[in-house]
C-alpha cells in the first residue's frame, strides 16, 4: 500500500536557546517503512558537524520525531522527513527560522555622548526633538528603562549609541 503522510511544521516564534520539536506521522502504507531526516539536503545525523546535538527517535516504525535539546542559529534551514517502502515514498519539508536572543555586545561604563533617536505616532518625520538629541547623563541602561517605562502601551520605537568616555 503506498504511503500517506501528516505534514509537519513549525511555530513561526522559534527562538534561540529554546527546545523544540516536530513529528512526521505516516497514517497509511505498508511495514516496513524506512524514515529518514534531512537539512538542507545532508542527512542528519551526530556525525554530521551541521546536525549535532539533533535527535532523530523513530517509534513504531511509522512516527518520527526530531528533538532539539537547545536551538542554535545554525540550525535555521529546510527540514525534509522522507517515508519509504516498497510501494513508493512519500516527504515532507518544512523551513525552521530561528530568531536569535537580544544582546549587548559590549556596554561602556561611562558616556560621553549618548544619542537616541526615537519614533512616536504623534511625531512627524524630520520633526525636532530636542530632549532626545544629546544627552551625558543618566547612563544608558536608566535612559532605556525610563523609556520603556514611559511607552507602556504606546507604540514607541528606541535606539541609542552610547559613546565611550575615552572616545
Not at 545525523?45 to 542554535?72: C, Q, W, Y
Amino acid at each position: 500500500m503506498r504511503l500517506a503522510s501528516e505534514p509537519f511544521s513549525y511555530p513561526a516564534s522559534l527562538r534561540e536557546g529554546q527546545l523544540a520539536s516536530v513529528m512526521y506521522t505516516v497514517f497509511s502504507g505498508d511495514l516496513p517503512i524506512n524514515i529518514c531526516w534531512t537539512k538542507d539536503g545532508e542527512t542528519i545525523s551526530e556525525s554530521n558537524p551541521d546536525t549535532a546535538g539533533i535527535l532523530v527517535n523513530t517509534v513504531s516504525g511509522f512516527t518520527s520525531t526530531l528533538f532539539f535539546k537547545a536551538l542554535r542559529l545554525e540550525y535555521r534551514g529546510n527540514y525534509t522527513c522522507v517515508a519509504q517502502n516498497d510501494a513508493g515514498r512519500a516527504s515532507h519539508s518544512a523551513v525552521m527560522v530561528i530568531h536569535a536572543r537580544p544582546y549587548v555586545s559590549k556596554m561602556p561604563r561611562q558616556t560621553r555622548k549618548l544619542t537616541l533617536g526615537c519614533g512616536f505616532g504623534s511625531v512627524n518625520a524630520g520633526d525636532d526633538l530636542d530632549g532626545f538629541a544629546s544627552v551625558a547623563s543618566p547612563p544608558l541602561h536608566s535612559i532605556m528603562v525610563m523609556l520603556s517605562k514611559a511607552a507602556a502601551g504606546d507604540d514607541v520605537a528606541a535606539s541609542a549609541i552610547a559613546l565611550p568616555a575615552d572616545s
